[in-house]
């Protein structure tokens, strides 16, 4: 069993309570995230952390405190004595305070310019499935833009009875549906090709969210053309920023569950998500999730664009490129604990994660406290939905001693996520693309968890 590990989470110093390292790209940014104090994502997993009445009886003395020696509980605390603020202090609602350092964290150096970025979501302290709008990751080509609604328009042309252009206000008019969908970079844990590369799970898999999404049907605005269903094989979407991003897509999809979109959760796009009208192709990698929407076109061959032979192609061991593996296939990571926590001592833990496929629903999750000798399976949280993130969740009583925790997803198709070493046969060492390989996190006697890699 060969197990690597990456070499940046030894050198923060341990302490009492130990956050997870925020970013690992300099010691100057390490240096100033380690002055920062205690973050959100420790207090999360504290708060995952407590026994339920009944496993704290199995696992040993309970970890709440006794109320008579605790003047948090028995003295008034200052905002209680006094008058809040006023309703409506703040015109968009804000998270409090103390969690301002759980967001959206960049990796300056992987990419070539600060519009060609990247900003990793937080898995690490999400509960649920759903990413709030404000920690959605973001990935983009030339940057993002915010687009006068007024003044964008659609146009659906090529192999239609109709070519025709449409506002913002004719597409809204249509009937709509709201759907919850993942959306995954195709190079998401992609820098872990190699060996263990990042500390942390934000950056491990933070290029993945989980959004309600509301818009019109594809299929309704094809059909409204006219589009020759017969004949047309494909459709083009272009988006509208610097990059002019291009892409395939399947007409098979393009008749299933793709969305023209203007909302994310509730409310309209934000910016950087596309605002004011995006592409929502589940199941697929991110980069077809056109952006800034502005063009469909419908062809009965793939177009071959720019970002579909020079990227996004995945890297076979003869050397060969392979296209259009766009499918986001059967997997999940465990989210607490993960790389860069510290469990505070012997006992009771809830382990958690997300699962997700771009196939259809997850149908199990097994975790291993054993680096893959025995499996256990966890429970599924409600809903459980196609093309979906799922939350699981299983007990687990830490006795102490070094573990490697890992997951393992099964999808409705039957596929089963598979070990590196099973991956690596097919796809050999040098891909940047779609790496749906388990992920392990070590724990150490003392309570430290990292990222390691096991064959």
């Known amino acids: 069993m060969n197990v690597s590990r990456d070499g940046d989470s030894r050198s923060a110093p341990i302490g009492r309570i130990r956050k997870a390292p925020e970013n690992f790209v300099t010691p100057d940014l390490r240096a100033e995230i380690s002055s920062a104090g205690l973050d959100s994502e420790r207090r999360g997993f504290l708060r995952r952390s407590f026994l339920a009445a009944a496993a704290a009886l199995a696992a040993g003395p309970s970890l709440a405190r006794a109320a008579e020696s605790d003047p948090m509980i028995l003295q008034p605390r200052p905002w209680s004595t006094k008058l809040g603020n006023p309703v409506a202090s703040s015109p968009y609602g804000q998270p409090s305070s103390f969690e301002s350092n759980l967001q959206r964290r960049q990796s300056p150096g992987l990419t070539p310019t600060p519009q060609a970025s990247v900003a990793f979501a937080p898995l690490q302290g999400f509960f649920g499935i759903i990413t709030p709008s404000g920690l959605h990751f973001e990935r983009h080509h030339q940057g993002w833009v915010d687009v006068d609604p007024e003044q964008h328009r659609l146009m659906i042309n090529g192999m239609v009875k109709e070519a025709k252009v449409y506002t913002m206000d004719d597409l809204m008019r249509l009937p709509s549906v709201s759907r919850m969908h993942f959306i995954e970079c195709g190079a998401n844990t992609g820098m872990e090709w190699g060996n263990a590369a990042v500390p942390t799970v934000q950056y491990t898999h933070g290029m993945l969210s989980c959004c309600e999404f509301t818009g019109v049907p594809l299929k309704t605005l094809l059909d409204d053309c006219g589009a020759d269903l017969k004949n047309a094989k494909f459709v083009l979407a272009e ?11 399947s007409m098979e999809a393009a008749l299933d569950d793709v969305i023209v979109a203007w909302g994310m959760n509730g ?15 589940p199941g697929v990698q991110g980069v077809s999730w056109v952006k800034w929407l502005r063009r469909i076109e419908v062809g009965d061959q793939p177009w071959n664009t720019k970002d579909e032979t020079s990227h996004y192609v995945d890297m076979m061991p003869d050397g060969i490129h392979r296209q259009y593996t766009s499918i986001q296939e059967a997997k999940s990571v465990i989210t607490t604990p993960s790389g860069g926590q510290a469990l505070m001592g012997k006992g009771f833990y809830n382990v958690s994660g997300l699962a997700w496929s771009g196939r259809g629903k997850i149908k199990q999750v097994d975790v291993s406290f054993d680096g893959g000798s025995n499996w256990k399976t966890a429970r599924l949280e409600t ?62 006697e003392s309570g430290e968890v990292f990222n390691v890699q096991m064959d």
């Open 239 to 249: 988006g509208n920023d610097g990059s002019s991003m291009t892409r395939t897509i």
């Open 267 to 281: 409310e309209m796009l934000r910016p950087e998500n596309g605002y004011p009208l995006r592409l929502v192709v």
């Open 383 to 444: 809903p459980v939905l196609d093309k979906c993130l799922t939350r699981f969740n299983i007990d687990w009583v830490w006795d102490g001693s070094p573990v490697i925790l890992q997951s393992r997803a099964t999808d409705s198709t039957g596929f089963v996520q598979p070990r590196y070493r099973q991956l690596r046969e097919v796809r050999g060492t040098r891909s940047t693309y779609h790496n749906n390989a388990i992920q392990s996190w070590q724990v150490d």
